[in-house]
């Protein structure tokens, strides 16, 4: 199957701070790509989808301003989380997905956001 | 709405043992059906996907689903469990360009 990275895979940074993580698809064009966030032992929770050169489309409840999406290339989005804060502490998966709709959506292996 | 229920929370098996995990989904028409399974600490990977065609449909690591329209369900089968496959399962379905539902997840657990 295609291969989703993520960078980086764990990160701890102090409250206030702003963390970027990267999503890219390694080996076929991600027309789409989406943004989970996974509370312990809990199912995913979309964050927001973003097509190429647009715009995200966030999810009903989550701040736009405060996580930031950017989809500036076919292979590479990138989730800011800005002024960060304890309870942004959380597993963050992306995946992405081909230029067809019915194109599967293949996960990254996530990223283990510590907010001390 | 739409939604998807995976009405185990928890299921252990003996290694060797078969599996079912069951998935029923709630849509107006017949939508694309996948079933991921995550490791502790790990992103999501996909065991197999039904878009149309043959009702049953096989996977990786020796993993099947068969999808019933009648009882709207998709639900995911193992003849023979390995102690590798403790992890959590999600079930999930979308229609089109619509997002990914997924379930809340099964946990397996395999007893020696």
């Known amino acids: 199957g295609a291969v989703v990275s993520q960078h980086p895979s764990r990160v701890i940074c102090k409250s206030g701070t702003s963390v970027k993580i990267e999503c890219r698809s390694l080996?076929?064009?991600?027309?789409?790509m989406f943004w989970y966030r996974q509370f312990p032992k809990q199912s995913l929770m979309l964050m927001a989808t973003?097509?190429?050169?647009?715009?995200?489309?966030?999810e009903q409840g989550v701040e736009k301003d405060k996580f930031l999406i950017n989809h500036a290339s076919l292979t590479l989005s990138t989730l800011t989380v800005t002024s960060a804060h304890p309870e942004d502490s959380s597993f963050y998966i992306c995946?992405?997905?081909?230029?067809?709709?019915?194109?599967?959506?293949?996960f990254g292996p996530g990223t283990r956001l510590t907010v001390l | 709405a739409q939604s998807v229920t995976q009405p185990d929370i928890h299921i252990t098996v003996s290694e060797g043992a078969s599996l079912e995990l069951r998935c029923n989904y709630s849509y107006g028409a017949t939508p694309y059906l996948f079933w991921y399974v995550q490791s502790p600490g790990q992103g999501l990977q996909l065991l197999l996907k039904?878009?149309?065609?043959?009702?049953l449909v096989q996977g990786i690591k020796g993993f099947e689903a068969e999808f019933k329209r009648s009882q709207s369900s998709f639900n995911l089968r193992k003849p023979s469990v390995h102690w590798s496959d403790a992890a959590e399962y999600f079930c999930?379905?979308?229609?089109?360009?619509?997002?990914?539902?997924f379930g809340q997840g099964t946990r397996l657990t395999i007893n020696p």
């Open positions: 039904y878009f149309s065609g043959d009702t």
């Open positions: 995946s992405a997905r081909g230029t067809s709709v019915t194109d599967t959506q293949y």
């Open positions: 973003s097509n190429e050169g647009s715009k995200a489309t966030y």
């Open positions: 080996d076929f064009q991600a027309t789409t």
């Open positions: 999930a379905v979308t229609q089109g360009a619509q997002k990914l539902v």
